[in-house]
């Protein structure tokens, strides 16, 4: 089995490593992003604002269905070259909150930078398991490759997913329909998440801490840029770490990307500008 932690990595120190000696308070700041970053409520109100805006300004191919249920739902944003790549995006929120039309600003800037962004939904947690949501996520991808090219996506898909999204696509990076995946401030290790306040609604089990880890599985070989913001929560920051030493021991390819001076939500700025750090790592995922 994959070690989930390593002791050797460099500061800031991951707290997880003294776990058994963390009250259950100590253990759920390890991952309550919103807690730790002070204005999280005002840049998440502007976000949503900003998104609203731009489903607004771009509503051809919005709410597109891949599958029965309610939010199983890609939103669309073409560009003018239908060849050109398509960033595929996976909301965050811990598998139980969030949605896609509330992230549809970052596709401002792939699509600026002449690239197709596809905003996928899926259904979230109680009413759906973990590995519920990961195969609705394949199920998406299944719909991508057969649909996209009617929708004007016919170029390389490069999978990306911010937080609880950034797990998504590090587990689907393996799917036949996946040129490269772009995997931002994720959890790739399930374990603790099982002892904090976030299983309440997943309910995680000892099989999905196995199967659904990408600390724990067999490596991909397809180009994963692991990206994260230099003032995260030290879990997220040691997770990107300890998963691309597990690749790069594997030999596969794939930067490790910290976002300098960013926290877990003002990381995904870098993905509103056509030549923000995000949009050129997947770039250079592809050859760029």
Known sequence: MVQAFRLDDPSPADPRRHWASLDPDARDACYDNTRAVADSAQQVAARDAASAAYRAAHPAGLDRPYGPGARNAIDLYPARDGGAPCLVFL????????????????????????????????????????????????????????????????????????????????????????????????????????????????????????????????????????????????????????????????????????VPGAEHFSVLDALRRPDGILVRAAHALLGG
């Open 91 to 258: 909301h965050g929120g811990y598998w139980q909150r969030g949605a896609r039309e509330l992230f549809a600003c970052f596709a401002q800037g792939p699509n600026a930078a002449g690239w197709s962004v596809a905003m996928v939904g899926y259904t979230l947690a109680p009413e759906a398991s973990l590995t519920r949501i990961a195969g609705e996520i394949g199920t998406a991808l299944d719909w991508l490759a057969a649909q996209g090219p009617g929708h004007g996506i016919r170029g390389p898909l490069v999978l990306s997913g911010w937080s609880a999204g950034g797990l998504l696509a590090a587990l689907q990076l393996g799917h036949p329909a996946v040129a490269a995946g772009l995997a931002i401030s994720g959890v790739y290790d399930l374990a603790p998440i099982r002892q904090t306040y976030l299983d309440a609604k997943l309910a995680l089990t000892g099989v999905e801490i196995e199967t659904l880890s990408p600390l724990r599985l067999p490596v991909c070989a397809k180009p994963l840029c692991l990206a994260y913001g230099t003032r995260e929560l030290p879990a997220l920051i040691h997770d990107a770490r300890n998963l691309h030493a597990l690749r790069a021991a594997a030999h596969a390819p794939g930067p490790l990307l910290p």
